[in-house]
């Protein structure tokens, strides 16, 4: 990544988060950067493959792998030693290494800023349910946050899948019980639900259109996933110069491993429509056999907030969707808060039932 210095006064100039433009730090000038609104190209899913194998096309990069959490960070270019933005890990320049990589095609700015992020922080923070007393105090104190560029995959595929199962209907027979009601015997009938079942089989054929999948092991896929949705449609061409002044990371996860966390996104969709095809009042799939065709995909950068916050000697991070303001992170519970609802539950439950 080259970096560009301020012609005024010569430092170096950074993306301000909510333009298009490169700010300088020191002398406040700005400059703009142009952008082009070009369509969205997808490159084909084989053919990228390919080119993986024979290790062609691809971009030199040189970045720092992170001994605790595995994360492989891009430095500036002036920067010689940093911390991991993950773990808190330290990164130093020497232990810098290249590795050959797909560059990224496309990428979203940061639209919030570090400001913003702390205030949408200690929103999330005095919203915690079931959170410590003591914790709400934090929601008063700034916390430094890191701007990092987050790898991702999208994939484009169409889906055939051929099922076997069977469709449940229900239908009801009348059943007569006895039963004793104010000291007298009597006899009652109700009509009871039950299920016939028929085999069923057939195929269904969906389109799916940017299935996201992070390329990143650096943090946990539940907390990342949450940050979701993304507004994709706002992508813009790769320029390194919206990456002046904060973190990139390279991707961990490739595309092959990546399609296949695709696939498993795709999954419960196929269901869905299997068992809307199967029809009836309750479905059985017995098996599903599914094949892709005109599997596209995307490299992209998106712009995440991370920082964390020390609670009882114990670390919790956080992040931030930097389109959005989308908050979700690790925090700790309160485990009296926890017994006292679930007692106060039960005794509301044992009172009503008198």
Not at 301 to 322: E, G, T
Request: glycine share 6%; net charge negative; proline share 5%.
């Amino acid at each position: 990544m080259k970096e560009t210095k301020c012609p005024h006064c010569g430092a170096f100039l950074k993306f301000e988060p909510g333009t298009t433009s490169l700010m300088c730090p020191y002398c406040s000038s700005e400059f703009p950067i142009q952008v082009e609104k070009t369509p969205i190209r997808e490159l084909d899913y084989v053919e990228t493959i390919s080119h993986l194998e024979e290790k062609g096309d691809l971009e030199e990069i040189s970045t720092v792998k992170c001994s605790g959490c595995g994360a492989q960070i891009t430095f500036q270019p002036h920067v010689s030693a940093d911390v991991c933005p993950y773990c808190a890990n330290s990164l130093i320049d020497k232990e810098r290494i290249s590795k050959k990589a797909l560059k990224p095609t496309y990428l979203l700015p940061f639209a919030a800023k570090a400001k913003e992020t702390n205030d949408l922080f200690k929103q999330w923070i005095s919203g915690l349910w079931f959170a410590p007393n003591s914790l709400k105090s934090l929601a008063q104190k700034d916390h430094a946050v890191t701007g990092i560029y987050a790898p991702y995959w999208t994939f484009d595929t169409n889906t055939l899948t051929y099922y076997e199962g069977e469709r449940g209907d229900y239908y009801y027979e009348p059943a007569t019980y006895t039963t004793t009601r104010n000291g007298r015997t009597v006899t009652e009938t109700v009509m009871v639900q039950k299920i016939i079942w028929t085999p069923a089989q057939g195929s269904v054929q969906l389109q799916f259109d940017d299935i996201l999948v992070s390329g990143s092991n650096s943090l946990p896929r539940e907390y990342v996933q949450l940050l979701e949705p993304w507004d994709l449609q706002n992508l813009i061409s790769y320029d390194d110069r919206f990456l002046s002044g904060f973190i990139s990371e390279t991707y961990q996860i490739g595309p092959t491993d990546g399609f296949e966390s695709a696939r498993a996104r795709m999954e419960p969709d196929i269901g869905a429509a299997i068992r809307m095809d199967i029809g009836g009042d309750v479905q059985q799939v017995l098996s599903a056999n599914t094949s892709y065709s005109n599997v596209t995909l995307k490299h992209v950068l998106l712009p995440v907030w991370i920082s964390s916050y020390r609670y009882s000697n114990k670390l919790y991070r956080f992040m931030v969707n930097a389109r959005t303001g989308e908050v979700h992170g690790e925090r700790p519970w309160s485990r009296i808060k926890i017994t006292l609802f679930v007692l106060g539950t039960f005794l509301a439950a044992y009172a009503f039932s008198l």
